[in-house]
């Protein structure tokens, strides 16, 4: 088992059942291939995730002053090992024909998704404490492009938080990108994917794009 900070816990996507339409794996791919790429999805998110909080801690004066750098961090360093677009995939999931959604519309909406994202993330780097997550490694399953890394969250006095950190590959790809985190049961890409499906139903995907990048115009928060 490795010891790593609990600041590697805001290494989360969001995605769910596999969708085909609309993927888009060269896409994909090329984003990967523009930052250091792991075959060990256990070795990636130790080093992301230190790389991550290293820069919060050189950067504290900066944030200090301006909250909205830690946008630009997560951005810069967690951006790249989460994988924004099945995310989306999955949210829009079978509210609408993708089919008939044009990919213009789609493309719209991954982009906003993953500003909205961003900001919450952000929000969430404004505090955060020296706890220590077990991560309990097993092997990657063979010919198979879905796993689950399981960690406990462990505080001194309290009890113990199982989080399992879910992740994926594209079709011909050794790569890993976290898609999803299940805390105490609770997915946070389910959550999303409550919160957004009857809006787009209702009000379809264009328009919640546009609410979605408005949210994501809002100064990060300290979460309550």
């Not at 309990?136 to 063979?142: F, H, L, S, Y």
């Not at 879910?166 to 790569?175: A, E, I, M, P």
Request: proline share 5%; charged share 25%.
């Amino acid at each position: 088992m490795k010891f790593i900070s609990i600041k590697a816990l805001l290494l989360v996507a969001i995605a769910v059942a596999p969708v085909t339409a609309f993927s888009n794996e060269t896409a994909a791919t090329a984003a990967v291939q523009q930052v250091v790429q792991y075959t060990d999805p256990f070795k990636m998110m130790e080093v992301v995730a230190d790389k991550t909080f290293k820069r919060i801690a050189h950067d504290q004066q900066i944030i200090s002053d301006n909250k909205e750098h830690l946008r630009l961090i997560v951005n810069e360093e967690l951006v790249p090992y989460i994988d924004s677009r099945y995310a989306a995939l999955t949210v829009i999931g079978r509210t609408v024909n993708l089919k008939e959604l044009p990919r213009e519309e789609f493309d719209a909406f991954v982009a906003a998704f993953q500003d909205y994202m961003v900001a919450s993330y952000a929000g969430a780097l404004t505090y955060y404490s020296d706890q220590k997550v077990i991560i309990q490694p097993a092997r990657p399953p063979e010919n198979q492009s879905i796993m689950t890394i399981k960690t406990r969250v462990i505080d001194p006095g309290k009890p113990d938080i199982t989080i399992d950190f879910k992740l994926r590959r594209n079709r011909g790809s050794d790569y890993w990108l976290v898609y999803d985190m299940v805390a105490e049961g609770i997915s946070l890409l389910d959550s999303k994917r409550a919160e957004l499906s009857n809006l787009i139903r209702q009000q379809g995907v264009a328009r919640v794009t546009e609410l979605l990048l408005e949210k994501a115009k809002d100064p990060i928060q300290v979460p309550e």
